[in-house]
């Protein structure tokens, strides 16, 4: 439900900003700073051998922190860039099915941190008062905290489809909402099952020059 209710607040907020909003700025080039709740859609269950491997669970707080840049290319299609730091922490129990265990498996703490090099295309659709777009593009990942027991891939790709919306709060600065769907192209976890999918709801400053 939670997943859910996040999508409503968005659409709720989106609406009621879009009825407030100033004239969209016709700039060449934005800079903008991000923060995103990331809702983790991933494998329940990462299986590392015939029927062996770890258990998921993703109550956790994670979240991406980005600085992006914009490049408008023509007066609907834009390139995005930028640099993000990405938390996507999750718990995992080990368990075996074939296996006659003598101890009981613990939850112990993964920590998937990646610093991340975003490179989209974004199409807008510009209003009068206001800007709705879209993103295609992929996302280039790499690991940068350690974990003893998964090997992880130090570079992994991801593809990423979003939808958002930007309005001024004054001639040169707009406030952006965002809804992003990432899923894994390469894997993350060395020789194991493991699909990676994100949802994030994402709320932004962006400045116009």
Known sequence: MKIYSNILICFFLIGTLVSNAQEVSASKFKLGL???YDNNLSSERTETANFEGYNNNYNQHNFTLAISAEFLLSQNFAFVSGVNYSKKDLTSTYFCDVCTLTF????QEIKFRFVELPLKGRYYFNLKKFSIYGDLGVINQFQVADEVEFVKQRYSLSGIVGLGTQYNISPN???ELSLN???GLTKIIENADY??????FG????RAF
């Open 173 to 175: 600065l707009s406030l």
């Open 195 to 200: 699909d990676y999918r994100i949802i994030g």
């Open 34 to 36: 991000h923060y995103a």
């Open 203 to 206: 709320l932004g400053i962006v």
């Open 181 to 183: 769907y990432i899923n």
């Open 104 to 107: 009981t498996p613990q939850a």
